[in-house]
């Protein structure tokens, strides 16, 4: 995946429907703030030069963090893992988890 390298505060952060999450606040180790809302580096797709787009829709983050309250920490239901290739690709397996 990205290394924090990748983020800078006040780049602007996406759903994966193109909708406009808010900027970032704080880039972590575990994930990024953006909007005083946690997003686990999990959730991100992909960053490109002009902003970070995650692999759920922006309404879908909205909607967890009002039902999530603070719990900032939460498991957010899926898990990825990304494997690079020798030909410099990268190959993501997305797991969901049962509520």
Known sequence: MSSNADFREGMEVYGADNQTLGKIDRVQADG???GGQFIPRTAI????RDGVFLIDSAV???????EQGDSANQD??????????DS???????TTTPK
């Not at 410099?88 to 997305?94: E, S």
């Open 32 to 34: 990024l703030l953006v």
């Open 45 to 48: 797709g992909r960053v490109e």
């Open 60 to 66: 879908w983050f909205r909607s967890s963090s009002s």
């Open 76 to 85: 957010p239901g899926y898990a990825a893992s990304v494997t690079e290739s």
């Open 88 to 94: 410099g690709g990268a190959d993501v397996k997305l």
